[in-house]
């Protein structure tokens, strides 16, 4: 500066981002200037630029593996305003608004001024801020908001007095928190909020017509660096001065996590469940945090939390221990960040509270109120669908195909087939058709080679046979489980054999989002199922009209789990928990003809696989008609209406399966209480218990009830009986 004076007219910035006298600056060079000045600055004005950008800049300096490993997932400005307009901006905007119906001009200036001083007083916390897009954002519409209320105040009143103690700008980015473990991330946060809070005064000088200081940076910016499952979140901010918590937590599913962010989730909570993804250690610090407060928040979260076995895991203990309330939720849709290289992923969010019952639904362009919106963001009861061995109600069961955890090698393709069959005609017993689910989808069989213990002398025989169940021997005795080095004992097997004595019913554990019906046919008992196929033995026509029926793929598509966006079934979740209908002997017997029908339709397109069959666009039209005879078929045995809504269906089977469960559990608590009663040994049951049993399944009396009163009868009927034997001595 004393070199050069006119320096010195340029405002002292400071903002302590070069505090860290280690850090070396770069030289900044003549071409670097050139670059800035003229082909980054020509026919572009900077100061309208996004602070958000810095997010999507962030984004793109870290590679693939960086990301995944870290569960980042960096947002769009869309993306956010899905998060905080439901949260508090479509309020606010609201409450704004009603204001300014208002015709009184005193009472109009006095509720300005105080809703600014309530926008002042708000305050915003995201526990993973990253680069501090959500902050970034929620402070730039906080301020525009405000400018509002300014220029409103400013038209009426004149011009503001700011050059005193009062400034006509209360929303301040020191109301904004964040916590990040990236320390770059949180020098962009930090610079980010800035820029926002330069461009925010610069609108409102355009209101007021002065000049409002910026420089030296002098407002703070409460961005901490740290593992947000691991800092306690109240010696950045007071839970009580809290207003709202948001953001984008990292989303891993718990097959990726390291052993220290396994570490992280078990810290957070002893109610967390196990194998669950990593950004529920996120809600439950939330609602940890949010106890005895009036905070509201809301997370993008990866949609597998809201599906299958997770519901149980997160939100169980998320609703009935910390007591939390869904306010809103978008059901999944695919998350586009800013960066150019995007990471796709399906995403939920979830909005929050621990005080405020009902809500909105958003799924897709619909809108809809709910009374109530459970874990899997339905409107309908908090019922939690938990993995099930048998099925809740007399069904046949459901069990996986075989798994060969072979390498390969004890699979064939028609043309692996043939070569075999050149070399050694006598190994044709021996192969059977084989299929996994998109084989089974594509109509496409493979073969497998399926020997027993008296067959073993073709492995002997066959130089081909004998390379294969060497090489499975070797790959098994490869593997770090224990049980599978134990199965190379027995290489020309497969690993689990779930084979049926009779045609079964089969269906692909993972198939598309796109089609209304998850494929599902009969196969014979010659073709082995691999595991990624369910099947049911013996199955009747019955069970599968119900199976493929709109109400059961309505409850498929809510409870079971997904693999990326496409359906993921499973017998223990979805099947075994399905409650089926009780329909009269002839509704019975007009669905078995409807299913018959839709194998019918099937037929009449011999050449096409089920994968085209069930082709939502290009679906034949008999096949469609077939379908939906059958789907009505089914409604009414449910006694649903034949234009109930999927909604109305899982709401309805929700309603189902609680009254079921509380069925079952009461069964299972009244026998434990007859086996107690009767003592060890005991094979039958006495008439007189018998009634109180009756009494105890009808809710008449409760299991400690039955207990007391079966030990009190049981004294008398041993009284009774050794007064009459003492009589017939």
């Given at each position: 500066?004393?070199?050069?004076?006119?320096?010195?007219?340029?405002?002292?910035?400071?903002?302590?981002?070069?505090?860290?006298?280690?850090?070396?600056?770069?030289?900044?060079?003549?071409?670097?200037?050139?670059?800035?000045?003229?082909?980054?600055?020509?026919?572009?004005?900077?100061?309208?630029?996004?602070?958000?950008?810095?997010?999507?800049?962030?984004?793109?300096?870290?590679?693939?593996?960086?990301?995944?490993?870290?569960?980042?997932?960096?947002?769009?400005?869309?993306?956010?305003?899905?998060?905080?307009?439901?949260?508090?901006?479509?309020?606010?905007?609201?409450?704004?608004?009603?204001?300014?119906?208002?015709?009184?001009?005193a009472a109009k200036m006095r509720k300005l001024r105080a809703f600014q001083e309530k926008l002042g007083a708000l305050k915003f916390l995201d526990p993973a801020c990253g680069s501090g897009n959500f902050l970034t954002e929620t402070?730039?519409?906080?301020?525009?908001?405000?400018?509002?209320?300014?220029?409103?105040?400013?038209?009426?009143?004149?011009?503001?007095?700011?050059?005193?103690?009062?400034?006509?700008?209360?929303?301040?980015?020191?109301?904004?928190?964040?916590?990040?473990?990236?320390?770059?991330?949180?020098?962009?946060?930090?610079?980010?909020?800035?820029?926002?809070?330069?461009?925010?005064?610069?609108?409102?000088?355009?209101?007021?017509?002065?000049?409002?200081?910026?420089?030296?940076?002098?407002?703070?910016?409460?961005?901490?660096?740290?593992?947000?499952?691991?800092?306690?979140?109240?010696?950045?901010?007071?839970?009580?001065?809290?207003?709202?918590?948001?953001?984008?937590?990292?989303?891993?599913?718990?097959?990726?996590?390291?052993?220290?962010?396994?570490?992280?989730?078990?810290?957070?909570?002893?109610?967390?469940?196990?194998?669950?993804?990593?950004?529920?250690?996120?809600?439950?610090?939330?609602?940890?945090?949010?106890?005895?407060?009036?905070?509201?928040?809301?997370?993008?979260?990866?949609?597998?939390?809201?599906?299958?076995?997770?519901?149980?895991?997160?939100?169980r203990p998320l609703m009935k221990d910390f007591g939390v309330k869904i306010n809103f939720a978008w059901r999944t849709f695919r998350w586009d960040s800013e960066a150019n290289d995007k990471a796709q992923v399906h995403c939920v969010?979830?909005?929050?509270?621990?005080?405020?019952?009902?809500?909105?639904?958003?799924?897709?362009?619909?809108?809809?109120?709910?009374?109530?919106?459970?874990?899997?963001?339905?409107?309908?009861?908090?019922?939690?669908?938990?993995?099930?061995?048998?099925?809740?109600?007399?069904?046949?069961?459901?069990?996986?195909?075989?798994?060969?955890?072979?390498?390969?090698?004890?699979?064939?393709?028609?043309?692996?087939?043939?070569?075999?069959?050149?070399?050694?005609?006598?190994?044709?017993?021996?192969?059977?058709?084989?299929?996994?689910?998109?084989?089974?989808?594509?109509?496409?069989?493979?073969?497998?080679?399926?020997?027993?213990?008296?067959?073993?002398?073709?492995?002997?025989?066959?130089?081909?046979?004998?390379?294969?169940?060497?090489?499975?021997?070797?790959?098994?005795?490869?593997?770090?489980?224990?049980?599978?080095?134990?199965?190379?004992?027995?290489?020309?097997?497969?690993?689990?054999?779930?084979?049926?004595?009779?045609?079964?019913?089969?269906?692909?554990?993972?198939?598309?989002?796109?089609?209304?019906?998850?494929?599902?046919?009969?196969?014979?008992?010659?073709?082995?199922?691999?595991?990624?196929?369910?099947?049911?033995?013996?199955?009747?026509?019955?069970?599968?009209?119900?199976?493929?029926?709109?109400?059961?793929?309505?409850?498929?598509?809510?409870v079971s789990g997904r693999l990326k966006s496409d359906y993921s079934y499973s017998n223990t979740i979805v099947y075994n928990n399905f409650v089926w209908p009780e329909p009269s002997v002839e509704l019975h017997e007009q669905i078995?003809?409807?299913?018959?029908?839709?194998?019918?339709?099937?037929?009449?397109?011999?050449?096409?696989?089920?994968?085209?069959?069930?082709?939502?666009?290009?679906?034949?039209?008999?096949?469609?008609?077939?379908?939906?005879?059958?789907?009505?078929?089914?409604?009414?045995?449910?006694?649903?209406?034949?234009?109930?809504?999927?909604?109305?269906?899982?709401?309805?089977?929700?309603?189902?399966?609680?009254?079921?469960?509380?069925?079952?559990?009461?069964?299972?608590?009244?026998?434990?209480?007859?086996?107690?009663?009767?003592?060890?040994?005991?094979?039958?049951?006495?008439?007189?218990?018998?009634?109180?049993?009756?009494?105890?399944?009808?809710?008449?009396?409760?299991?400690?009830?039955?207990?007391?009163?079966?030990?009190?009868?049981?004294?008398?009927?041993?009284?009774?009986?050794?007064?009459?034997?003492?009589?017939?001595?």
């Amino acid at each position: 500066p004393d070199e050069l004076p006119a320096l010195l007219d340029f405002p002292y910035v400071n903002g302590g981002l070069f505090s860290d006298e280690s850090v070396r600056i770069p030289q900044f060079t003549q071409e670097l200037k050139d670059l800035l000045l003229a082909e980054a600055s020509e026919g572009f004005n900077w100061a309208d630029i996004s602070p958000t950008i810095f997010g999507a800049v962030f984004e793109s300096t870290l590679n693939p593996e960086t990301r995944r490993k870290g569960g980042m997932h960096y947002t769009s400005v869309e993306n956010i305003g899905k998060v905080i307009e439901p949260l508090f901006m479509d309020a606010l905007e609201e409450e704004f608004a009603e204001i300014m119906r208002g015709n009184q001009a005193a009472a109009k200036m006095r509720k300005l001024r105080a809703f600014q001083e309530k926008l002042g007083a708000l305050k915003f916390l995201d526990p993973a801020c990253g680069s501090g897009n959500f902050l970034t954002e929620t402070y730039i519409r906080l301020r525009r908001l405000e400018n509002k209320v300014i220029l409103e105040l400013n038209a009426r009143k004149g011009q503001f007095d700011f050059g005193g103690v009062l400034s006509p700008v209360k929303v301040k980015i020191s109301q904004f928190y964040g916590i990040e473990i990236n320390d770059f991330a949180c020098a962009v946060a930090e610079t980010a909020l800035w820029i926002a809070e330069s461009q925010m005064l610069k609108e409102t000088e355009d209101i007021i017509g002065a000049t409002l200081e910026f420089f030296p940076l002098k407002t703070n910016t409460n961005i901490h660096e740290g593992n947000a499952l691991r800092l306690d979140w109240a010696e950045i901010v007071e839970p009580t001065e809290l207003s709202y918590i948001m953001g984008n937590p990292p989303f891993l599913g718990y097959a990726f996590q390291s052993k220290t962010q396994k570490e992280d989730l078990q810290g957070v909570s002893p109610a967390i469940g196990r194998n669950v993804d990593y950004v529920a250690g996120w809600y439950f610090r939330a609602a940890s945090f949010m106890e005895g407060t009036q905070i509201k928040a809301a997370f993008v979260s990866t949609n597998s939390i809201v599906q299958g076995e997770q519901v149980e895991a997160v939100w169980r203990p998320l609703m009935k221990d910390f007591g939390v309330k869904i306010n809103f939720a978008w059901r999944t849709f695919r998350w586009d960040s800013e960066a150019n290289d995007k990471a796709q992923v399906h995403c939920v969010i979830v909005g929050f509270s621990l005080n405020e019952e009902g809500g909105i639904i958003f799924d897709g362009e619909t809108k809809t109120t709910a009374k109530n919106i459970n874990g899997y963001l339905i409107d309908a009861p908090s019922v939690f669908v938990a993995r099930r061995s048998k099925p809740l109600c007399k069904v046949a069961e459901m069990q996986r195909g075989s798994q060969p955890t072979d390498d390969g090698n004890l699979i064939l393709s028609a043309e692996e087939k043939e070569a075999l069959l050149a070399k050694c005609e006598k190994a044709k017993p021996f192969i059977r058709p084989f299929m996994m689910g998109k084989d089974f989808i594509e109509r496409k069989p493979r073969y497998c080679l399926r020997f027993d213990t008296p067959s073993l002398k073709i492995i002997r025989e066959c130089s081909e046979i004998r390379r294969r169940v060497e090489a499975v021997k070797q790959f098994r005795l490869s593997s770090s489980k224990a049980a599978t080095r134990a199965k190379a004992d027995t290489p020309w097997l497969f690993d689990e054999v779930h084979d049926s004595p009779t045609n079964y019913l089969a269906l692909p554990i993972v198939s598309s989002e796109n089609r209304r019906y998850v494929p599902i046919d009969y196969l014979s008992k010659e073709t082995i199922a691999g595991n990624k196929l369910f099947l049911v033995p013996d199955s009747s026509s019955y069970l599968f009209g119900v199976l493929t029926s709109s109400v059961h793929m309505a409850w498929m598509r809510t409870v079971s789990g997904r693999l990326k966006s496409d359906y993921s079934y499973s017998n223990t979740i979805v099947y075994n928990n399905f409650v089926w209908p009780e329909p009269s002997v002839e509704l019975h017997e007009q669905i078995e003809v409807s299913a018959k029908a839709i194998l019918q339709a099937r037929e009449k397109h011999p050449n096409t696989t089920l994968s085209d069959l069930y082709d939502d666009l290009t679906m034949p039209e008999d096949l469609r008609t077939a379908h939906a005879k059958n789907d009505r078929l089914v409604l009414r045995a449910y006694g649903l209406s034949e234009s109930a809504t999927e909604s109305e269906i899982v709401a309805h089977l929700m309603m189902l399966y609680s009254a079921k469960i509380a069925q079952v559990e009461r069964q299972e608590a009244v026998e434990a209480v007859i086996q107690k009663i009767l003592g060890k040994g005991a094979e039958t049951i006495p008439a007189w218990l018998e009634e109180l049993k009756a009494k105890a399944l009808n809710a008449e009396i409760t299991p400690t009830e039955l207990l007391a009163q079966g030990k009190a009868l049981k004294k008398q009927e041993a009284a009774k009986t050794r007064k009459a034997a003492a009589k017939a001595s």
